[in-house]
């Protein structure tokens, strides 16, 4: 897996926005404030180790230990009246804390109530699968394992779900680069034509804010829509489709656009 870099100045290095400001955390409350919550909390610490819990904008937060994730899961569901497991997943917290936090969003619908069990693992360690308890964890623990590549042992199908099996790295890890890598840029054109076309065919732009007006079905561009079958090969669309940033007839307090007098950054500022 790739390795992580020191992020202590990324703030100094963007200057349009802060991408790694942390909100405040939101405040918490007491178990002992909410009856039921309260209730809930006794009759689990009787049977299963809580390492930690409070409320947390109205709903319940518990935290436990990894093995014992099955056995809390089916305590909640059967003794606690928590029916439905809404969603789980993981938060990358490798290089903070060496692993993922694991988290499980579970509903009570006769105590319209709501609650967030919590573990901690480390990078490589193994998570047993709730699939047996819950069935709705049999896509969500696939795309934990896809997307982070959190270890769910005792599941009946663990593989991948939204990228290819051979694909390189899990790409909702903060170590994966936000517009993919190489493997990434050539992974459709290797796997469709073969790495003989590459030359022919370019690596595959993967910037999302890359405008190309001359693409081929004239999906992206910055002027009005050229129709299909015009021929643009020498970079030109027809005269009746001039290069502009608003239709006749637009907002009147906003200039209008002038190619002639645009000047193209060669760089950022």
Do not use: C
């Amino acid at each position: 897996m790739r390795k992580y870099t020191p992020k202590n100045d990324v703030q100094k290095k963007s200057y349009f926005s802060d991408r790694f400001y942390i909100a405040p955390e939101t405040s918490k409350k007491e178990v002992t404030s909410d009856e039921i919550y309260a209730y809930d909390v006794e009759l689990l610490s009787g049977k299963f180790e809580v390492l930690n819990s409070y409320i947390e904008i109205d709903e319940l937060v518990v935290f436990i230990k990894a093995e014992d994730n099955v056995n809390v899961l089916t305590f909640f569901k059967e003794a606690l009246d928590y029916e439905m497991l809404m969603e789980l997943s993981a938060i990358d917290y490798i290089a903070q804390r060496g692993g993922f936090e694991i988290f499980y969003e579970m509903l009570s619908l006769t105590k319209r109530k709501r609650v967030r069990i919590k573990t901690f693992i480390k990078e490589k360690q193994e998570l047993n699968s709730v699939y047996e308890v819950f069935k709705m964890a049999n896509w969500s623990e696939r795309e934990m394992y896809d997307m982070y590549g959190v270890r769910v042992v005792n599941h009946p199908n663990l593989k991948r779900i939204i990228m290819p099996d051979d694909w390189y790295d899990h790409p909702l890890r903060k170590t994966y680069p936000l517009q993919g890598d190489e493997a990434a840029s050539w992974y459709e054109v290797d796997k469709i034509f073969g790495k003989e076309a590459r030359e022919e065919i370019g690596a595959e732009i993967r910037d999302s804010a890359a405008i190309d007006r001359y693409d081929t079905k004239r999906f992206a561009r910055l002027g009005h829509e050229v129709p299909y079958g015009v021929d643009i090969t020498n970079g030109k669309e027809p005269e009746h489709t001039p290069l502009q940033y608003q239709e006749e007839g637009g907002v009147p307090i906003i200039k209008k656009f002038d190619e002639n007098k645009s000047v193209t950054l060669k760089k950022r500022r």
